[in-house]
C-alpha cells in the first residue's frame, strides 16, 4: 500500500481553499441556492453522481443548470452527490473534473483535498484524484484502514460509490446534518461574509 505524506501540493498550504462535495441521501431535500454557491465559489468544473438501485448517472464538466436538471428529474429515492472543483493538484479542464472511476470500472471516485503519496501527485495533465482512483479498489479490498489514514494524514474526504452495490461510503472528516454529508463548509462561510 502507498505511504501517505502531508503536502498541500504546489500553491496550496493548510489554509487554502478547497473543492467542496455535497451529497444527500434519498429523499432528502436540495438547497439549489446552496449548490449554486458552492459552484460559484469553485470555479474550476463540476461533477455529479445520481444513483439509487436500478438507477445511475453520472457526469463531468457540467453547468449547474443540467446538474439541476438532473437532480430534479432523478427518482426520489436516488442518491444525490455534487462536487464543485477549485484547481489546487493538477490543471483544470473536463478531465480533471470529478467523479473519476476505478481502474477496474467498479467504483466512481469525488475527493475533497490535495493527495500527497509516493506517485499519487497531480500535474498538468493528471490531478492526484485521477491517480487514486487507480488504486481504490485495492484500497477497498485490502486495506480500508490505509484509506483512512490517506484521508486524515491529507485532511482528505473521499465519497466512493460502488456501482455493483449502488452503496455509498465517505472516508475523511465530514459535516453530516439532515441527511446532508458536505466535504467542509467554505461555500457557506464565504457566502455568509460575502452577504
Not at 506517485?119 to 490531478?127: I, N
Not at 489514514?149 to 460509490?161: D, M, P, Q, T
Request: aromatic share 10%; glycine share 10%; net charge neutral.
Amino acid at each position: 500500500m502507498r505511504q501517505a505524506q502531508r503536502n498541500y501540493g504546489p500553491g496550496t498550504d493548510r489554509n487554502s481553499k478547497m473543492c467542496v462535495i455535497i451529497s444527500h441521501h434519498p429523499n432528502t431535500a436540495i438547497n439549489y441556492t446552496e449548490l449554486d454557491r458552492a459552484c460559484a465559489t469553485n470555479p474550476h468544473g463540476n461533477g455529479y453522481i445520481i444513483a439509487s438501485k436500478g438507477y445511475f448517472e453520472s457526469g463531468k464538466g457540467k453547468s449547474l443548470e443540467f446538474i439541476i436538471e438532473r437532480f430534479k428529474e432523478a427518482p426520489q429515492d436516488s442518491y444525490r452527490a455534487i462536487h464543485a472543483r477549485i484547481a489546487t493538484s493538477g490543471g483544470q479542464g473536463t478531465n480533471m473534473c470529478h467523479p473519476f472511476t476505478s481502474k477496474d470500472g467498479r467504483y466512481l471516485l469525488m475527493h475533497n483535498g490535495v493527495v500527497s503519496s509516493d506517485g499519487l501527485e497531480g500535474d498538468a495533465h493528471q490531478s492526484d484524484t485521477s491517480k487514486l482512483a487507480n488504486y481504490i479498489s485495492d484500497y477497498l479490498e485490502y486495506g480500508r484502514k490505509e484509506l483512512e489514514e490517506l484521508a486524515h494524514v491529507n485532511s482528505s474526504r473521499f465519497l466512493i460509490l460502488d456501482l455493483e452495490g449502488m452503496t455509498v461510503e465517505h472516508f475523511g472528516k465530514w459535516k453530516f446534518t439532515n441527511g446532508v454529508w458536505r466535504s467542509n463548509l467554505d461555500h457557506l462561510n464565504t457566502w455568509s461574509t460575502a452577504a
